[in-house]
Each structure stands twice: as C-alpha cells, then as structure tokens.
C-alpha cells in the first residue's frame, strides 16, 4: 500500500505545508519552486506532467485556470496521481484536515486520475 505524496502549486500558502508538516511529520510534500521540483513560474500545464512523473497528486488553489488544463491533459492520453483543488473561503485548519483526512484513509492507487474539490 503507497502513502499519496504531494506536489503543491506555488500559489498555496507556505502555512498550510508548515501545517500539514506538524500534524503529520512524515507526510511527503514538494512544493513549486522546492528542490526536485519545477521552478516558480512554470505552466500549469507543464505542471501537471512534472506530477504526473513524479506520482505526486497536485494541490492547487488555481480554480480558474487548472480545470481547463486538467482536460486538456486527459485529452492527450495523459494520468494524473490525483488532484486536489482547493475552494475558497475556508479557514486553513479546514483544508489542513481535508487534505490529512485523504492522506490518511486513501492509497496512492485510489487517486489515479481523480480530481476533487475540498472542502
């Protein structure tokens, strides 16, 4: 059974990967811009290829752009390892457990191509 890793867009806090970090320590999470992961700045679309080969399930807070480029994506015969869009309007305890409580009760292989919205 595989744990879900992370690849979190740029455009999340810094607090929420500090957050989800104390509550869980072993939790695996690159953000944009991190060692090993794609530098600041990059496409969305280039994006989701990084995650795609690396097997890490993107979160991103990018409602407007992100689904448009996620079925562009499948379109073109590509996988994802899971996304994760978050909404807005909710405190960062709530998408600290939203993205705990996935992390926790799910496997890597349930999140192959699948998207949600969290809360």
């Known amino acids: 059974m595989t744990t879900l890793r992370f690849l979190f867009d740029e ?20 953000r944009i811009g991190d060692a090993g992961a794609p530098p600041p700045h990059t496409p969305d679309p ?11 399930a993107m979160v991103s807070n990018d ?4 689904p448009r480029h996620l079925v562009d994506h499948f379109v073109a015969g590509h996988h994802t ?8 309007g909710f405190s960062l305890g ?11 009760t799910t496997t890597a292989d349930e999140w ?5 919205y969290i809360p």
């Not at 280039?46 to 890490?56: I, T, W, Y």
């Not at 192959?112 to 949600?116: A, C, F, G, S, V």
């Open 63 to 66: 409602k407007s752009s992100m």
């Open 81 to 88: 390892a899971g996304v994760l869009l978050m909404r807005q």
């Open 112 to 116: 192959i191509d699948r998207t949600e």
């Open 11 to 30: 455009c999340t806090w810094p607090a929420l990967i500090d957050g989800l970090r104390l509550q869980e320590p072993g939790i695996d999470i690159l």
């Open 94 to 104: 709530r998408y600290i457990q939203e993205i705990l409580t996935r992390y926790q």
């Open 46 to 56: 280039d994006l989701l290829l990084a995650a795609e080969a690396m097997g890490r």
